[in-house]
């Protein structure tokens, strides 16, 4: 679908967005996967579902080898983000960051060594990668009542797993931002209306968020939001209704 | 580069088969496990139930069925490592292989590259716009960032600087020190230095990393009269 971008690149540290897997691969929804450097160390965000891994892995390589990778951070607890995880543990020594509410359900997915996991705590945690401190945010109940959000205080970018995702099976990628919001609202906002939990979760992201200078917003699914497309998409998020708050009890 | 993409495709094909591979060796390897270690105990819990004769069979193949397990985990982890250490093998054969290729076009088209430039000086009016027509035409090859090449005349040295795209100040300034001070190295006795700048392209590189810089200087005429420096800076494209 479309090759490996870079979306920072300055003294040894590199934001890049590994892959978009082909649709086919994920049931229609095609999936991101991330990789952050720093000074030849990788953290990789999102592994994907089983199938994605021989061409993230191939991508990958063009940046660092696979056992340089320490860290495999998973969103949250869904099959296109761990079902591919089996793999990379044997070809890496990473540790793997996910919410502690996960780790008692992975087992499931037939993986071994769990002492590798590492439970977050609900409040979130830092993540030391050489020279960088990466910030494992809290976005619990969007959708996942366990999700975490990265955020990269050198490049500012905040990889946010399901938040912005869009469903595209027909989109290039040729230019992977988003271009006009209002038309590409019509692509996340079933999603966020059927998946999200409540404007309360919302608002108390945007609040966690609030005090992070980012330039980019990369989801796990679809375009990346930046400039006027990111402002659209946290002003939309504010006044959302969505998930529980869309239930009648009258 | 006529061979890259014959090489990028089968980087990416060997990449994916192997890597399919050992996908679905770990797979393999964790059904079989589990369904033999299964199957065991779920015979285990019936084993009152059997006769003296058929418990012995089954000892036996309890005991066959403990040795298939550790016999296949045993070769199975042998396989996998081997997957994962072809894999890597693979991966940097291909790149040395690409890198060959590479070196070895370049050197033919520099060579014409510079040929033209240099039997032009001096033949042909407008002799800086030549040049740019002739770096244009290489750079859709070669995706070099800076060109470069002095001429000394009885007056002193003339130094042209060819800019592939829009460059930082910082980064002008960088070359115009290096090549000062690269000439000032090779002469024996100081001479006026003129340089003149062009910009060829107007790809924005101003978002240049130089930690990442990689400069490849190549002097082909190692006389006094001539000197060429040419720099690919190995840049990753930043999208914003």
Redesign the interface.
Same mark, same amino acid.
Request: hydrophobic share 35%; aromatic share 8%.
């Given at each position: 679908m479309t090759n490996d971008?870079? +979306?920072?690149?300055?003294?040894?540290h +590199?934001f890049v967005l590994l892959n978009i897997s082909e649709p086919g691969e994920e049931n229609g929804i095609p999936s991101n996967q991330y990789l952050i450097i720093n000074k030849g160390k990788g953290i990789l965000l999102d592994p994907g579902g089983? *199938?994605v /891994?021989?061409?993230v892995?191939?991508h990958l /390589?063009k940046y660092i080898?696979?056992e340089d990778v320490v860290g495999i951070v998973l969103s949250h607890q869904d099959p296109d983000i761990v079902g *591919?995880l089996?793999?990379w543990m044997? /070809?890496t020594e990473a540790k793997i960051y996910v919410s502690k509410i996960w780790l008692r359900f992975l087992p499931h997915y *037939?993986i071994k060594n769990m002492q590798r996991f590492i439970g977050i705590d609900d409040q979130g945690s830092d993540l030391e990668l050489n020279d960088v401190v990466l910030k494992l945010l809290p976005a619990h109940f969007l959708h996942s009542p366990g999700q975490l959000n990265v955020y990269d205080p050198l490049s500012k970018i905040l990889f946010t797993g399901d938040i912005g995702a869009a469903e595209y099976q027909d989109a290039d990628f040729s230019d992977?931002?988003v271009k006009d919001f209002p038309v590409h609202r019509s692509r996340i906002e079933y999603f966020h209306r059927r998946y999200m939990s409540s404007n309360r979760a919302i608002k108390y992201w945007l609040k966690i968020i609030s005090g992070f200078d980012i330039d980019i917003i990369a989801p796990q699914h679809g375009y990346l939001y930046?400039g006027e497309a990111q402002s659209g998409l946290l002003s939309w998020l504010d006044t959302l209704e969505c998930g529980s708050d869309l239930l009648d009890i009258k | 580069m006529k061979y890259q993409s014959n090489i990028d495709q089968f980087?990416?094909y060997l990449? #994916?088969v192997l890597?399919?591979l050992?996908?679905s060796q @770990?797979?393999t390897r #964790?059904f079989f496990t589990?369904l033999l270690k299964y199957e065991e105990k779920t015979l285990a819990s019936n084993l009152e139930k059997l006769s003296g004769e058929q418990q012995r069979d089954w000892q036996a193949l309890s005991h066959s069925n403990s040795q298939l397990v550790k016999l296949g985990t045993f070769s199975w982890k042998r396989s @996998?490592n081997q997957i994962?250490e072809l894999?890597?093998e693979c991966?940097q054969l291909v790149r040395q292989l690409h890198q060959a290729m590479i070196d070895r076009e370049l050197y033919e088209q520099q060579g014409m590259v510079l040929q033209g430039i240099i039997l032009s000086h001096e033949k042909i009016e407008n002799w800086e716009d030549f040049v740019q027509s002739i770096l244009k035409k290489f750079h859709n090859i070669f995706e070099f960032n800076f060109f470069s090449i002095a001429f000394e005349t009885q007056d002193g040295i003339d130094l042209y600087l060819y800019y592939m795209g829009a460059f930082p100040q910082a980064a002008k300034e960088l070359a115009r020190k290096e090549l000062s001070g690269h000439l000032s190295s090779r002469l024996s006795r100081t001479k006026v230095l003129t340089i003149k700048d062009y910009q060829v392209l107007d790809i924005d590189l101003n978002?240049i990393?130089f930690?990442?810089m990689n400069s490849v200087k190549v002097d082909v005429d190692g006389g006094s009269k001539i000197w060429v420096v040419y720099w690919k800076w190995v840049?990753?494209?930043?999208?914003?």
């Open positions: 971008k870079v +979306l920072y690149s300055k003294d040894n +590199l089983f *199938g /891994m021989p061409q892995l191939h /390589m080898a696979p *591919g089996s793999s044997e /070809m *037939g992977i931002f930046k | 980087h990416t990449n #994916s890597s399919e050992l996908e @770990i797979r #964790s589990e @996998i994962k894999l890597s991966d978002n990393d930690s990442q840049i990753f494209p930043v999208i914003h």
